[in-house]
């Protein structure tokens, strides 16, 4: 898989894209990252990027040309891009789903702006989807951009080891996960519950899951009741 992003600041994805896991992927293959400095398609002298807002008001706006320019070069060359995300905080809210979706895809074109915002006409003009990863505002959409290589990366054949399967986690069953523990069995007379260390498969399973209901009911009620509605609950309640 190809990940191209288009951002002005290229040097912030050095070292979060070049350590650990996701420098292992880029390595053996799994995926690689492009990246492309928007500074570098604007005919100004002054390599000027985002002008003032039409009608009034703070801030300034990333302007066409260079976005538009940049994409074009970007995209002429290789497999045509199956997803083109613009990052904004007016955006659609990511989720695991749509991570998993942009796993699927050959090639992913991801947009990082600072300023005010877009002008609209990127939007419109390159297909984009407007994408934003939470409820809070950043300076820039270089760290949401790379929120999105991250959770679609690892998601990847290869990227991650067997240790580490992407397998049984929180989201993927739509439930927080239940609490972990490792040596030793009593730290500073904090024990390891009894159940972890019985080596009975059934009564560690169980108890995952009644700590996993516990722990989603009490800080995400939202998932729990999207978990309650759908099948998975209904059978392990059956009994
Ligand atoms: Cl995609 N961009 C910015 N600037 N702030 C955000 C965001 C994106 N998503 C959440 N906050």
Redesign the pocket.
């Known amino acids: 898989m190809r990940f191209d992003i288009l951002t002005l600041f290229p040097e912030m994805f050095a070292s979060p894209m070049g350590s650990s896991i996701l420098k292992r992927g880029q390595q053996t293959g799994a995926f690689e990252i492009a990246l492309s400095n928007i500074r570098d398609f604007t005919d100004n002298p002054h390599r000027k990027v985002d002008d003032k807002p039409y009608g009034g008001g703070p801030g300034m706006v990333m302007m066409c040309e260079p976005v538009f320019r940049c994409f074009e070069h970007v995209a002429q060359a290789g497999p045509k891009p199956g997803r083109v995300l613009l ?3 007016q ?1 659609r809210q ?1 989720d695991q789903k749509m991570a998993e979706q942009l796993s699927r895809e050959e090639r992913v074109v991801i947009i ?3 300023y005010e915002g877009f002008d609209e006409r990127i939007r419109e003009g390159l297909g984009a989807e ?12 270089e ?3 790379m929120v999105i290589v991250d959770s679609v990366a690892r998601l990847l054949e290869g990227v991650l080891g067997d240790e580490d399967s992407a397998k049984d986690e929180s989201f993927s069953n739509g439930l927080l996960e239940y609490p972990h523990y490792t040596r030793p069995e009593n730290y500073r007379n904090m024990t390891v519950p009894e159940v972890l260390l019985s080596g009975h498969h059934k009564n560690i399973e169980k108890w995952r899951l009644e700590k996993s209901l516990e722990r989603t009911k009490a800080v995400r009620p939202d998932l729990f009741e999207k978990y309650k509605d759908n099948s998975k609950y209904q059978e392990n309640n059956r009994e």
């Open positions: 990052m904004t905080p955006g990511y990082a702006g600072r407007q994408v934003s990863i939470g409820d809070y505002v950043l300076t820039g959409g760290l949401p951009a």
